[in-house]
């Protein structure tokens, strides 16, 4: 252990690829989490709903991130092993279709790898082996999970938003992140009202929702890991990112493509923007952080 850690210091490329090939294997892992969580999440609700009426859930088969096994929609080929190597499967042994019925497979499914892999090699060459890439590792695939969740079905999962704040606040606790405590706490603290107060102006002068209560607990966890000194830059990127989003789910609606619009991917990708390279960023702007 002591000799891979010498190499792993010694060697941030290698210790980046280490990183990348584990990123990879946890995309796929996360293609499952995407698909899985809010078909589980809402057999939840529905069982829910039917004790409340009094009524008796009929038994429905095991049905979470381990069980069944994953297979063709189309055809309910089962995926073998092989089938399910990141990106090589996908690209070289499938070449994009389903081995039973040859129907084509979604080009996200290795994206989402690739993005994982490449996030997490950078994590690794970035930061280097301890505790630091641990935290970062962890936080960066929970942000991509909640990313590809809120754009498909518009929602941000307590199973993923909740743990991760505390998370955050275990890092933090352990200075791994060389964040005072304090800061930390309080960045939850300030993530969660900040968006609350939001919602309820919004609501008392528009009449109606502007965003989900997951959005104040995706921004309670960011500033539960990189304190409250950074909201101000989290929510200036994510508006601008925002903005961007709004202005193409606009232009899809107009050509009568599906556009649904989700603000939780552009607070994530604004939290991991902030985590890469805040620092650098509000050097620029003069902000300390």
Same mark, same amino acid.
């Not at 990183?19 to 946890?26: D, K, R, S, Y």
């Not at 969580?37 to 009426?53: A, G, K, T, V, Y």
């Not at 082996?129 to 991509?144: R, Y």
């Not at 193409?248 to 619009?261: D, H, K, V, W, Y």
């Given at each position: 252990?002591?000799?891979?850690?010498?190499?792993?210091?010694?060697?941030?490329?290698?210790?980046?690829?280490?990183?990348?090939?584990?990123?990879?294997?946890?995309?796929?892992?996360?293609?499952?989490?995407?698909?899985?969580?809010?078909?589980?999440?809402?057999?939840?609700?529905?069982?829910?709903?039917?004790?409340?009426?009094?009524?008796?859930?009929?038994?429905?088969?095991?049905?979470?991130?381990?069980?069944?096994?994953?297979?063709?929609?189309?055809?309910?080929?089962?995926?073998?092993?092989?089938?399910?190597?990141?990106?090589?499967?996908?690209?070289?042994?499938?070449?994009?279709?389903?081995?039973?019925?040859?129907?084509?497979?979604?080009?996200?499914?290795?994206?989402?790898?690739?993005?994982?892999?490449?996030?997490?090699?950078?994590?690794? /060459?970035? %930061? @280097? #082996?301890?505790?630091?890439? $641990? &935290?970062?590792?962890?936080?960066? =695939?929970?942000?991509?999970?909640?990313?590809?969740?809120?754009?498909?079905?518009?929602?941000?999962?307590?199973?993923?938003?909740?743990?991760?704040?505390?998370?955050?606040?275990?890092?933090?606790?352990?200075?791994?992140?060389?964040?005072?405590?304090?800061?930390?706490?309080?960045?939850?603290?300030?993530?969660?009202?900040?968006?609350?107060?939001?919602?309820?102006?919004?609501?008392?002068?528009?009449?109606?929702?502007?965003?989900?209560?997951?959005?104040?607990?995706?921004?309670?966890?960011?500033?539960?890991?990189?304190?409250?000194?950074?909201?101000?830059?989290?929510?200036?990127?994510?508006?601008?990112?925002?903005?961007?989003?709004?202005?193409?789910?606009?232009?899809?609606?107009?050509?009568?493509?599906?556009?649904? /619009?989700? %603000? @939780? #991917?552009?607070?994530?990708? $604004? &939290?991991?923007?902030?985590?890469? =390279?805040?620092?650098?960023?509000?050097?620029?702007?003069?902000?300390?952080?």
């Amino acid at each position: 252990m002591a000799d891979l850690l010498f190499i792993f210091s010694t060697s941030p490329a290698t210790f980046a690829g280490v990183c990348l090939v584990l990123g990879l294997l946890v995309g796929s892992f996360l293609n499952v989490v995407i698909h899985r969580l809010p078909i589980m999440m809402e057999r939840d609700w529905q069982e829910q709903c039917q004790l409340l009426q009094g009524e008796t859930p009929p038994p429905l088969p095991k049905y979470n991130l381990i069980a069944p096994r994953s297979a063709c929609p189309h055809c309910g080929y089962q995926i073998r092993a092989i089938d399910n190597i990141p990106l090589i499967s996908y690209f070289l042994l499938l070449r994009g279709r389903c081995k039973g019925c040859q129907a084509s497979i979604s080009i996200r499914y290795p994206l989402v790898e690739l993005l994982t892999g490449l996030v997490s090699g950078y994590i690794g /060459f970035r %930061f @280097g #082996p301890g505790p630091l890439t $641990a &935290g970062a590792l962890l936080f960066s =695939w929970a942000l991509i999970a909640l990313t590809f969740i809120d754009f498909d079905k518009q929602l941000l999962p307590d199973d993923i938003t909740l743990p991760l704040m505390w998370l955050g606040i275990f890092f933090n606790l352990n200075g791994w992140l060389g964040l005072p405590l304090k800061e930390s706490i309080v960045g939850a603290m300030a993530g969660y009202l900040i968006l609350w107060s939001v919602y309820w102006l919004f609501k008392l002068i528009r009449g109606k929702e502007g965003m989900g209560y997951g959005d104040f607990k995706l921004l309670a966890a960011l500033g539960a890991w990189l304190g409250w000194l950074a909201l101000p830059q989290i929510i200036l990127i994510s508006s601008v990112l925002g903005v961007i989003g709004g202005i193409i789910t606009n232009i899809m609606a107009q050509r009568g493509l599906e556009s649904r /619009f989700a %603000f @939780g #991917p552009y607070l994530a990708m $604004a &939290g991991m923007v902030s985590m890469l =390279w805040g620092p650098e960023i509000a050097g620029l702007l003069g902000i300390r952080i």
